[in-house]
Nanobody, 118 residues
Framework: QVQLVESGGGLVQAGGSLSLSCAASGRSFSMYDMGWFRQAPRKARELVARINWTFGNTYYADAVKGRFTISRDNAKNTVYLQMNSLKPEDTAVYYC???????????WGQGTQVTVSS
């Protein structure tokens, strides 16, 4: 059974930093892209950053380029999202996602709240 468990959310002032973790278990993720999505109130869920588990190539949404960094630790089966220079508009529930590069099948974590105060 695949599980993605996020941690690290919380409340931070604008300009501050937070680090999110996603512990992945239940299968090999060597053929998966791992991503962080977010969903703010009354808005659609959006992709924030993505990393290929095997090759490590990354993608960032324009809104977070230069501020957020996605990384993974293969030995720990964990994906991270380092968020710096946070803005109030970064406030959202952040979800970890695993998507097969072969079938596009998705797995989701339960989400973790990030709140940035102005």
């Amino acid at each position: 059974q695949v599980q993605l468990v996020e941690s690290g959310g919380g409340l931070v002032q604008a300009g501050g930093s937070l680090s999110l973790s996603c512990a992945a278990s239940g299968r090999s993720f060597s053929m998966y892209d791992m991503g962080w999505f977010r969903q703010a109130p009354r808005k659609a869920r959006e992709l924030v950053a993505r990393i290929n588990w095997t090759f490590g190539n990354t993608y960032y949404a324009d809104a977070v380029k230069g501020r957020f960094t996605i990384s993974r630790d293969n030995a720990k089966n964990t994906v991270y999202l380092q968020m710096n220079s946070l803005k109030p508009e970064d406030t959202a529930v952040y979800y970890c996602n695993a998507q097969s590069t072969l079938t596009a099948r998705d797995y989701w974590g339960q989400g973790t709240q990030v709140t940035v105060s102005s």
